[in-house]
């Protein structure tokens, strides 16, 4: 799994020119902090099917029962460029699980106790969030840069992962051809992996890969949120009227039933736009993290949006995975806000829930009493009000949030 060990906040900012997201230990005096509760999301981008107890998982495994797509080998009979029946693109062991509806994914992850569910909203926000903070940007897929800044901070994206697959359904029928293992090698690193995707039966040159992908991985966290699966957003409903409005609505808690086809119950926490464009600006009301406004400059890593509904997966899921299609879209400019320690670890297991609130013991040794004594003992200190933004070199200075 890939978790965050402890509560953080997010805050957005908002001035006359910029937008800025911070994440912090505490909430931040004179705006509105969110808390997200300690959690975490497959580390493999996508969820594993227990195919014996009907349930989702978190593993790596070339057995049967774990087989991934539809839970059976694929014939590809009719598929012009398949690869050979005997590789993981054609048996499907070792590959995530696809082809289960939402409602299903949700009954899958809910096996596995209280506080488990399959790609909730809440989950992904975090990750979109912790992605764009931390790598310095919000389009994801901008070409990847191993180099820090000056700053010793990251910068750039991942590049276009594996989101330019060629005659897709041609070669597996859009089956998963990224099996669940590659990124293992990078532990809790970042960067970028080669994977040689088998070659097809048709070619000539058997030894020449179909295609050569350079998977990214943050922090461990293998596809960083984006490709190569569609996904169900599950907490998340969109409910449009043709012409007149298409509105957001979020549930309340992941403890509840959800019901994806219908707005009973939920909360409202914005409007998307009706038409097609670069997104320019998100909600973040309520972690929804769905576009708000189009008409962004293009850029030939930021792909269009296809409509108002474009954030509804329709395959593939995970135990509480994250997922940033569409944060990697947005050109609203972010600096780098830094003014906490979020520490970032990999774990083979994991809390009871996702989103349960932490209380940690105090590790402080000095009573009550002397921290007292001492306090009234310090000399004030010197105030100075004069007027930053949050993003200014006097607030880099005092961040303490490194990676």
């Keep these: 799994?890939?978790?965050?060990?402890?509560?953080?906040?997010?805050?957005?900012?908002?001035?006359?020119?910029?937008?800025?997201?911070?994440?912090?230990?505490?909430?931040?005096?004179?705006?509105?902090?969110?808390?997200?509760?300690?959690g975490g999301t497959s580390w493999l981008g996508a969820a594993v099917m227990d195919r014996t107890e009907q349930k989702l998982c978190s593993l790596i495994s070339e057995e049967e029962?774990?087989?991934?797509?539809?839970?059976?080998?694929?014939?590809?009979?009719?598929?012009?460029?398949?690869p050979a029946l005997d590789t993981p693109q054609a048996t499907m062991l070792g590959m995530p699980a696809t082809a289960i509806s939402t409602t299903n994914f949700g009954i899958y992850a809910r096996k596995r106790g209280e506080g488990w569910e399959a790609n909730w909203f809440v989950a992904q926000a975090a990750e979109q969030i912790l992605l764009a903070v931390i790598m310095?940007?919000?389009?994801?897929?901008?070409?990847?840069?191993?180099?820090k800044d000056a700053d010793g901070l990251y910068q750039?994206?991942?590049?276009?992962?594996?989101?330019?697959m060629p005659d897709w359904?041609?070669?597996?029928?859009?089956?998963?051809v990224i099996p669940t293992s590659v990124g293992l090698e990078m532990g809790d690193g970042t960067g970028l992996v080669d994977y040689a995707l088998p070659a097809s039966e048709a070619a000539e040159d058997q030894e020449a890969p179909y295609k050569t992908f350079k998977v990214p991985v943050f922090f461990g966290l293998v596809h960083a949120g984006y490709g190569h699966l569609w996904r169900w957003t599950r907490g998340l409903t969109v409910s449009q009227e043709a012409g007149v409005k298409t509105e957001?609505?979020?549930?309340?808690?992941?403890?509840a039933d959800f019901n994806p086809n219908s707005v009973e119950g939920l909360l409202k926490v914005a409007e998307c736009p009706q038409k097609e464009g670069y997104i320019k600006r998100v909600s973040t009301n309520g972690l929804c993290m769905m576009p708000t406004e189009v008409g962004a400059a293009q850029a030939p890593t930021m792909p269009t949006i296809s409509g108002p509904t474009e954030r509804a997966r329709r395959a593939s899921g995970s135990v509480r995975l994250a997922v940033t299609r569409t944060l990697a879209r947005l050109q609203v400019r972010l600096p780098r806000l830094r003014?906490?320690?979020?520490?970032?670890?990999?774990?083979?297991?994991?809390?009871?829930?996702?989103?349960s609130w932490t209380t940690r013991k105090s590790t402080k040794t000095r009573t009550a009493r002397s921290a007292k004594r001492k306090r009234k003992g310090r000399k004030p200190e010197k105030k100075d009000n004069r007027a930053r933004e949050p993003g200014s070199r006097e607030a880099r200075k005092k961040s303490s949030l490194k990676f």
């Design 169 to 176: 359904n041609g070669y597996n029928a859009y089956y998963p």
């Design 156 to 164: 750039g994206g991942f590049g276009t992962g594996v989101t330019d």
């Design 1 to 38: 799994m890939w978790c965050w060990n402890r509560a953080w906040y997010f805050t957005e900012i908002v001035t006359a020119a910029r937008t800025y997201w911070a994440i912090t230990l505490k909430p931040l005096e004179g705006y509105k902090s969110v808390k997200i509760p300690a």
């Design 339 to 355: 003014t906490a320690r979020l520490r970032l670890r990999m774990r083979t297991t994991r809390r009871p829930s996702a989103f």
């Design 136 to 147: 310095g940007t919000r389009n994801l897929q901008a070409p990847y840069n191993a180099e």
């Design 248 to 255: 957001v609505y979020v549930a309340k808690s992941m403890y």
């Design 65 to 82: 029962r774990y087989r991934g797509g539809n839970g059976s080998a694929l014939t590809l009979a009719t598929n012009a460029k398949r």
